[in-house]
């Protein structure tokens, strides 16, 4: 019997060694938890530019009507080649992508998604028309406008715009701004 026990005994693991089982085990488990929260983070600056920006509401009428214009404030200056500009319109379940700016004019080819902007040099404006060919740049005092057309989609006082711009080479979001319609 005593020979029994004694085999036991060499199997086993001392306590030293078990609190550094223990101790790795909490290491892996911390890295593990750690990388798929960096992962799954929603962050605004995941690796991309920085940047900060503003916009007033969207007015419903008058010679400035449906138009969205989202101002650099401060940050990071970024090619507007790189950037997408993504529309939804909650109240009116639509939604589009704008791609491949800078543009002259917005042509179907410029955007994917529902058809909710005014085609033609009449539906952009500010750094995301291109006046001097391409090489557009969206920096500090700089702003993309485009306009909802009014045919498609009739905005009303109350509603809401949720407008996010992604910088595409590093697939981050560099903006996200949610507008509301006035009059």
Do not use: C
């Amino acid at each position: 019997m005593r020979g029994l026990s004694h085999r036991a005994a060499d199997r086993a693991v001392s306590r030293e060694g078990m609190a550094a089982i223990g101790f790795g085990l909490t290491v892996l488990m911390i890295a593990v938890t750690g990388g798929l929260l960096m992962q799954t983070s929603d962050s605004l600056s995941d690796g991309g530019p920085i940047l900060s920006t503003n916009a007033d509401p969207i007015r419903a009428d008058g010679g400035d009507a449906q138009w969205i214009r989202i101002r650099h404030k401060s940050g990071d200056t970024v090619d507007v080649a790189d950037l997408d500009l993504v529309v939804k319109l909650p109240d009116h379940d639509k939604r589009a992508r704008l791609h491949g700016l800078p543009t002259r004019r917005l042509t179907q080819d410029d955007y994917s998604g529902n058809h909710i902007f005014t085609r033609g040099r009449g539906g952009i404006d500010g750094v995301a028309a291109a006046r001097n060919g391409s090489g557009a740049t969206f920096e500090a005092g700089g702003e993309i406008a485009v306009r909802i057309e009014e045919r498609r989609v009739d905005l009303q006082v109350g509603q809401t715009v949720e407008v996010t711009i992604r910088h595409t080479e590093s697939e981050t979001v560099v903006s996200r701004e949610r507008l509301t319609v006035t009059d």
